[in-house]
């Protein structure tokens, strides 16, 4: 389980509107506002350059965070949206939204595959091909796993791994309501490129029977 929730510093904002953001924009802040959880909305600004950084480090979206304000209780926060200038790709705008630590909420999860060198299909030569490196998973905001993992020390060349077959951690469920792949053990690429020109011999070689028979078919006529 994860644990530490990284911190997201803010700061309020002084009065709304399109001129009020462009204000906070000029200053170096993105402006935003933070909602939900049983309180009123919340106009916030973000530090420009530590938003952008967090922004570049990825999984913005997918992280829960513990929302610093002076003068408010920390709370945790998911990022809902994040607007950005069409032309630039800035962000402009942030919507984050209030959790308590029993809320349900969907986040993308890592997968980390465990037991791959050393498999059996790694031993004749198999590559372990990643369908999902990551999982989206409906989770109790207080109790968000770090990551979830799937064993292939057992994998063969051409067995695959779905999401059926990994012990999610308690209280998580995927959002996808189906199984699915998350990973296969794929024969090397010589082994494969030699099983398609072996499987085109046999076509032509059956080509070629069937054409002669025919052949010798219509000369009996």
Excluded at 71 to 83: K, L, N, P, T, W
Excluded at 120 to 146: M, Q, Y
Excluded at 173 to 191: E, W, Y
Excluded at 198 to 218: L, R
Aim: charged content about 30%; glycine content about 10%.
């Amino acid at each position: 389980m994860a644990n530490e929730i990284p911190d997201l510093v803010a700061h309020a904002r002084t009065g709304t509107g399109k001129g009020a953001a462009r204000q906070s924009r000029r200053n170096g802040m993105v402006p935003g506002v933070v909602y939900g959880g049983g309180a009123d909305p919340v106009a916030i600004e973000l530090p420009f350059n530590e938003l952008l950084a967090k922004l570049h480090a990825g999984r913005f979206r997918a992280t829960l965070w513990n929302l610093k304000l002076e003068g408010h209780d920390d709370v945790r926060v998911i990022a809902r949206d994040v607007q950005r200038d069409k032309v630039k790709d800035l962000p402009t705008h942030v919507d984050l939204m209030r959790l308590r630590r029993t809320s349900k909420v969907n986040l993308f999860i890592p997968v980390v595959y465990e037991g791959v060198e050393g498999s059996p299909g790694d031993k004749k030569g198999g590559v372990l091909t990643i369908v999902r490196p990551e999982v989206e998973l409906r989770v109790t905001a207080g109790d968000i796993p770090e990551s979830i993992t799937v064993d292939c020390s057992k994998m063969e060349i051409g067995d695959t791994v779905t999401i059926s077959d990994v012990t999610l951690p308690e209280g998580s469920r995927p959002t996808i309501d189906r199984d699915f792949v998350l990973a296969n053990m794929q024969a090397p690429s010589g082994l494969a490129s030699q099983k398609d020109e072996d499987e085109d011999e046999v076509v032509e070689t059956e080509v070629i029977n069937q054409t002669a028979d025919t052949v010798e078919g219509e000369d009996k006529e």
